[in-house]
């Protein structure tokens, strides 16, 4: 009885290691296709590009406890978009991480000059709700924009002591082939 069991670990184990080598072929083979960038068919050369934004240097538009919001307040930051992609891009904006209770009272309006880019509450600006910005970015180009924080003064104290947390965050995907603005 003991020795089949040991017979039974043993080819447990066996075939542990061999998956396990497998596994790790498999990885590699898939590492050495995803670091290749040109494809060779035929005497003909095919480079694929990328896609890499640069959202304010990865610095947070407005930091903790720069502000106590209070009814009736507007706070209006800068901050910067631009493409360091290899082709023109199409963005969008929206929060992420969403936290705290003035996430329903706060509301957020992000501005490219004077054209409103997206506008509503702070639990509203999501990545699914978001949508694509009316025009491309083109390569190298950078856009400053500003976001605005509002408290209605309507909403009273409702707020009192209070937080609102989130992650301004911003996707972008290829022009090329992508009429329809499709992110996914």
Do not use: H
């Amino acid at each position: 009885m003991n020795k089949k069991r040991i017979n039974s670990l043993e080819k447990k184990l066996g075939f542990g290691i061999v998956m396990l080598f497998v596994l790790i072929g498999c990885l590699c083979i898939t590492t050495v296709a995803l670091t290749r960038t040109v494809l060779l068919v035929r005497d003909n050369y095919f480079q694929t590009g990328f896609v890499k934004i640069n959202l304010n240097n990865g610095e947070p538009v407005i930091r903790d406890d720069e502000y106590i919001f209070e009814p009736g307040m507007t706070v209006v930051k800068e901050f910067f978009i631009e493409n360091q992609s290899t082709d023109s891009v199409y963005y969008r904006l929206y929060l992420d991480n969403i936290g705290g209770e003035l996430a329903d009272i706060i509301e957020i309006t992000i501005l490219d000059g004077k054209k409103s880019l997206y506008s509503g509450l702070a639990r509203d600006l999501t990545r699914e709700l978001s949508f694509a910005a009316d025009d491309k970015l083109l390569v190298n180009e950078r856009r400053e924009l500003e976001i605005w924080f509002y408290y209605p003064p309507d909403e009273g104290n409702r707020g009192q002591a209070q937080a609102l947390e989130f992650d301004l965050c911003a996707q972008a995907v290829q022009t090329k082939n992508n009429t329809d603005k499709q992110f996914d």
